[in-house]
C-alpha cells in the first residue's frame, strides 16, 4: 500500500466507523453476564477459549456463584471442576479464588473502577481490565486488543505492530476515546462474521473500498 498520510488515514478509519456503526448496530460483549463480577469472572475464563464456551460454562457456574465470598470460599477442585471445559482450568480456577479473595478484602466484595486496582487482581491483566472497565461501567480507559482486533487492525492499515501492548497504544492515538469499547467490538464481530482468519470474505465485505488488505493472501486463481 502506498505510505498513506497521517490526515488520509485517519479520514479512512472516520469512514470505516462510519461502516461499522452502520453494519453493527448492534454490536456488545458476547460474554453474557449481568453484573461486574459475572464479567470479571467470564473474561478470566475467556482466555485462550471462545465465548460460545464460556457462556456454556457460566450459564451454571452463576447459579451457583453468586457473590466474591462464594467463589472465594469454594474448595479448589469443586470450582476447577466447574470450569474445566474452558480449558487452562487449574489457573483459572486459582485465579478467580485469589482474585474474589482480594475483591473482598480490599474492595468490599465488589468490583473496582480503575485499571490500577483491577489490574492487581490475580489473573486480571489489561486485556481483561478493559473489558470489565468498558463494558460493565462505561469507562474508556484503553482499547480491548484480542486475536481478532491484532489481525483487522494490520490487515487495515491502522498498525503495523505485532504485539496487542503496542497495538493498543497505536488505536489509542487513532481512535477517538468515546468510542475505544466499541470499535474492539466492531473488530471483533467483524472478525467473527466476515474477517476471518484464514479465509477472509473480502467479496463481501461492507467496508471493502476502505480496506488495503494488508498480509491477506489472494485467492488462487483457476488452475493456478
Ligand atoms: S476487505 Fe477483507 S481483509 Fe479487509 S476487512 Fe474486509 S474481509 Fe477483512
Redesign the pocket.
Known amino acids: 500500500m502506498p505510505r498513506e498520510t497521517a490526515q488520509a488515514r485517519a479520514a479512512r478509519l472516520e469512514k470505516i466507523i462510519a461502516g461499522f456503526e452502520k453494519t453493527y448496530p448492534e454490536a456488545h460483549c458476547e460474554l453474557t453476564h449481568a453484573d461486574p463480577l459475572q464479567l470479571l469472572v467470564a473474561t478470566i475464563l475467556s482466555a485462550q477459549c471462545t465465548d460460545k464456551r464460556v457462556n456454556v460454562v457460566t450459564k451454571e457456574l452463576f447459579k451457583k456463584y453468586r457473590t466474591a465470598a462464594d467463589y472465594a470460599d469454594a474448595p479448589l477442585a469443586e470450582l476447577e471442576q466447574a470450569v474445566k471445559t474452558t480449558g487452562f482450568f487449574r489457573n483459572k480456577a486459582k485465579n478467580i479464588k485469589a482474585c474474589c479473595r482480594t475483591l473482598i478484602e480490599r474492595h468490599a466484595g465488589e468490583v473496582p473502577h480503575t485499571m490500577d486496582e483491577l489490574h492487581a487482581l490475580a489473573g486480571v491483566g489489561r486485556k481483561t481490565a478493559n473489558v470489565v472497565l468498558g463494558n460493565a461501567f462505561g469507562i474508556n480507559v484503553g482499547v480491548v486488543v484480542d486475536t481478532h482486533v491484532a489481525r ?1 487492525s494490520q ?2 492499515g491502522l498498525t503495523q505492530q505485532k504485539t496487542p501492548e503496542r497495538i493498543e497504544l497505536e488505536l489509542m492515538a487513532l481512535v477517538p476515546q468515546k468510542q475505544w469499547t466499541m470499535f474492539s467490538h466492531w473488530l471483533i464481530w ?1 472478525g467473527r462474521r ?2 476471518a482468519a484464514r479465509k ?3 467479496g463481501g ?4 473500498r476502505l ?1 488495503p ?1 494488508l498480509g ?1 493472501k489472494q485467492e488462487p486463481t483457476r488452475g493456478g
Not at 465485505?205 to 471493502?208: S, V
Open positions: 483487522l490487515r487495515l467483524h466476515r474477517c477472509p470474505d473480502c465485505c461492507e467496508i471493502k480496506c488488505r491477506v
